[in-house]
């Protein structure tokens, strides 16, 4: 059952029931009233008659004759209101047995209807000497009956129009107050079938239907964001595949031909010793890629135990580290740290400044410089790696760190690289619980910065 349909008959069944019973009981009322002073009426009046009566006899003759009596009656009508239509007065003998066993004084009352009247019939026992007279009033509640009947008719019309009225109301209410749920379930639909940036459009002055249309709306955002990011990493895994399977394959392809041409050739000692180097530098290559994919692994999957590192001995180490490769590639370098506190991992920290310096020293042309040096802030130590070398074009400065990119990569294959440092050391920086930060200009060089906590580790 449609919602829109429920809360039509719902809303349709309490209008009706509390418009039906709440009239029915007002009319009821009216009537019963109406009803009930007009009997009161009657009873006065022919208690009053009776009176009279009494008292006409008090001061008549023991017997009361015929025209006695008359008068009686006519003097006692000529007082009476609208209320009673007739009185007589009869003795035992024309009157039905049910009225002689009636007690001295007593009186009753009976409704009767004569052809279209309704009248209502009180009688009186009154006992006069050794005579019993009864004292018949007849009162017609015709227009009051037809007065009742005219407001059951007219209620009943009441009704009927309220009915009819509130239904198309209540009806089009409930399709205006479910039309946005209409809305918005077409948008869950179609967001179900995959259309993920589907958006609902609902201007509703109802708190709960804007708050679920917004809802509605941030749902999509999000799962279109989450879609984006699944497909993002699936084209990641994706280039990963194929740059993996290359790099694989370039130095396999050496070692095997090299391999092929010791079996199947006959060299000389020198062709024999520049094969075996070549199949030994390959092969070196693959033992690094493995280990670099290795160590990648492990510091996804692996949670690090961070020290308390004095960041100005740390320099120190990395100042020995870097000699050799300052001469290998003919590059000076300075290193100005702090003597300060950081929490960090010493192991890997090592590893991520000198994969950082390394890269900077590769990406410089010689007889130039690189520079590493440290800024404290109130909460945490700004470490900086700055070149002045080739530098990264702005587009590509999002894909340093994706695994086995190079933006010039046969100058890298060149150097001995295979696109892992990078990553490696976004790994490192995030499980230092921060990230790498790129500033770079073609041609005009590279800064890489990150930040450390100060003081203790937590």
């Known amino acids: ?65 015929g025209s006695q009596k008359n008068d009686a009656i006519r003097q006692i009508k000529n007082t009476m209101d609208s209320s009673v239509s007739d009185i ?17 004084n007593e009186c009753t009352a009976t409704f009767v209807k004569e052809e279209n009247r309704l009248m209502m019939e009180s009688v009186c026992k009154l006992n006069i000497g050794s005579t019993d007279y009864y004292l018949f009033v007849y009162s017609d509640f015709t227009d009051i009956q037809n007065q009742r009947d005219v407001f059951w008719n007219r209620y009943g019309f009441v009704v009927i129009c309220v009915s009819v009225v509130s239904g198309l109301l209540l009806f089009a209410l409930a399709r205006k107050i479910t039309k946005p749920l209409n809305k918005l379930t077409k948008v869950a639909d179609e967001i179900a079938l995959g259309n993920y940036g ?12 804007s708050a679920l249309s917004e809802s509605v709306n941030s749902m999509s955002s999000a799962i279109e964001q989450k879609i984006k990011e699944i497909q993002d990493e699936l084209e990641k895994r994706n280039i990963f595949v194929a740059d993996f399977t290359h790099e694989m394959k370039t130095p396999m392809t050496a ?3 090299y391999a092929q041409m010791l079996q199947s050739y006959d060299l000389d000692d020198t062709e024999k010793d ?85 890269n900077a020293l590769k990406a410089s042309n010689p007889q130039t410089s690189i520079k590493i040096y440290s800024k404290t802030t109130p909460i945490a130590v700004q470490i900086y790696v700055e070149d002045k070398g080739r530098g990264v074009a702005k587009e590509n400065i999002r894909l340093l760190t994706e695994p086995f990119y190079r933006e010039d990569k046969s100058r890298s294959r060149k150097l001995g690289g295979a696109g892992l440092g990078l990553s490696l050391c976004k790994e490192i920086a995030r499980i230092h619980g921060t990230e790498l930060d790129f500033e770079s200009e073609k041609d005009k060089g590279t800064t890489v910065s990150f930040s450390l906590y100060k003081g203790g580790a937590e």
Request: charged share 25%.
């Open 198 to 209: 589907k958006r609902v459009e609902v201007k509703s002055s109802d708190y709960e239907i």
């Open 88 to 104: 007589e007065i009869y003795t035992s003998g024309k009157v039905n047995s049910q009225y002689t066993e009636m007690e001295d």
């Open 274 to 358: 520049e094969a075996a180097k070549a199949i030994w530098d390959e092969a070196k290559r693959l033992e690094k890629l493995s280990l670099q994919l290795l160590e990648l692994y492990v510091y996804q999957n692996e949670n690090v135990e961070m020290e308390s590192l004095d960041l100005f001995e740390v320099g120190k180490q990395l100042n020995t580290t870097l000699k050799y490769l300052s001469e290998k590639y003919e590059i000076n370098y300075t290193i100005d740290f702090e003597k300060v506190i950081v929490s960090a991992n010493s192991v890997l920290l090592l590893s991520l400044l000198y994969n950082l310096a390394d």
């Open 255 to 257: 070692i095997i031909g």
């Open 1 to 65: 059952m449609k919602l829109s349909f429920k809360f039509f008959c719902i809303a349709y069944i309490v209008v009706l029931l509390s418009t039906g019973l709440g009239g029915a009981y007002i009319i009821k009322n009216i009537n019963d009233t109406l009803w009930n002073t007009q009997v009161e009426r009657v009873n006065a009046a022919v208690n009053y008659a009776a009176d009279s009566f009494m008292a006409f006899a008090d001061v008549s003759y023991n017997e009361i004759s």
